[in-house]
């Protein structure tokens, strides 16, 4: 009697095992792609602040140099977005406060993702 020991194709438990090392392979690539991307969207929204930043500055100097000194914070949202739907970064409050008689002071409170604050000073001269 002759035995074969030798069968063709695979087992079913290496089929198993190379499954889950391809589904290990896999996740590590994913987590990695995923962190890449995170960290990509993350300067991505940094760089959008740091714009809204510069325009508010702009913006304040622009209006205190026309005399009107009413900064709103839905007009500077807008204009940002040149009317396109607010999204993130964008201003949550202002606030103004003098500081002795020829600043004023505001305090925009910005956030760059949903619940994360962070406060922007602008100093304003005042004209007479």
Do not use: C, W
Request: glycine fraction near 6%; hydrophobic fraction near 40%; charge should be positive.
């Amino acid at each position: 009697m002759k035995f074969r020991h030798l069968k063709k194709g695979f087992s079913l438990v290496e089929t198993i095992v190379s499954l889950l090392l391809i589904s290990i392979v896999f996740a590590v690539v994913s987590s990695g792609l995923s962190s890449i991307l995170q960290s990509l969207s993350i300067i991505s929204n940094q760089q959008r602040v740091v714009e809204l930043e510069n325009f508010i500055a702009r913006y304040v100097y622009m209006q205190g140099t026309l005399g009107n000194v009413q900064i709103d914070k839905n007009m500077i949202n807008q204009a940002f977005y040149q009317g396109s739907q607010v999204s993130y970064p964008n201003i949550t409050n202002i606030q103004s406060n003098n500081v002795g008689q020829y600043f004023v002071k505001y305090s925009f409170t910005i956030e760059s993702i949903p619940g994360k604050p962070h406060i922007f000073y602008v100093y304003l001269y005042k004209t007479y």
